[in-house]
Nanobody, 116 residues
Framework: QVQLVESGGGLVQPGGSLRLSCAAS????????MGWYRQAPGKQRELVAV???????NYADSVKGRFTISRDNAKNTVYLQMNSLKPEDTAVYYC??????????WGQGIQVTVSS
């Protein structure tokens, strides 16, 4: 079993920054991908960023140049550094880990609100 615990969300002003963390408990092995999704009210969940075991990354076009995903394999933790936040970034952010041959695991979600 894999449990994901997210932290670092909150309320920030436009242009501000937040750093989300997601720590995975339990073994996720070395072959996996970790990422962040988000879902705004009334909207579908969308991929924000993903990082695979080899540190290759992929970002949604809407966050490129502003968000940075990283991971600490020793700690089984993935981070999302969010800079230059915009109101449209407001959403519940969900951590996800895809463990090959075992399946997907999700965090409970953490609120990010960007507002004046």
């Amino acid at each position: 079993q894999v449990q994901l615990v997210e932290s670092g969300g909150g309320l920030v002003q436009p242009g501000g920054s937040l750093r989300l963390s997601c720590a995975a408990s339990g073994s996720i092995g070395s072959l996996n991908a970790m990422g962040w999704y988000r879902q705004a009210p009334g909207k579908q969940r969308e991929l924000v960023a993903v990082i695979i075991s080899g540190s290759r990354t992929n970002y949604a076009d809407s966050v490129k140049g502003r968000f940075t995903i990283s991971r600490d394999n020793a700690k089984n933790t993935v981070y999302l550094q969010m800079n230059s936040l915009k109101p449209e970034d407001t959403a519940v952010y969900y951590c996800n880990v895809a463990v090959y041959f075992r399946g997907n695991f999700w965090g409970q979600g953490i609120q990010v609100t960007v507002s004046s």
